[in-house]
């Protein structure tokens, strides 16, 4: 994505959809899990200074599900990775998260949704020519039709 970042100019929005890759966030800015080790967990507490609980002296003796919970009063900023790379650039870049289930915001998700239509429509059954429809409906996509769906 950075290379995709170096080539934008000044004041450019960049639109994404909610897909887990363009949420990944960056590792500081995690929460424990239940999926982490018991040793992960207490690290993060104490990687971030977090008090003991009065009546803990040491985070080991809580449980996995005791620390969770604790965490949960200690929330982290999300940040996400994406985020570190626009800021890193040093332009003035905007991410736009389009909402979840509006594709029709989604100017790729209509054109892939004209290139299954076209190709179900000719296709005589069967898988054989699936892909070789889809090649030659790709190739329609003009600029045009871009255009008609933004």
Known sequence: MKKVVDLLPEKSVIVLDQAPYHKKRVAETLMPRMQWTKSTIVEWFLSRNIPLPDH?????????????????????????????????????????YLPVAHCELNPIELIWAWVKGSVSRVNGGGTQNVLKLTNHFLTLVTPQLWKNCV
């Open 56 to 96: 803990v002296d040491n985070f080991v003796k809580l449980t996995k599900h005791g620390l969770i919970a604790l965490s949960r009063n200690y929330p982290t900023e999300e940040r996400y990775e994406l985020q570190n790379v626009t800021r890193d650039s040093g332009k003035d870049i905007k991410l736009l």
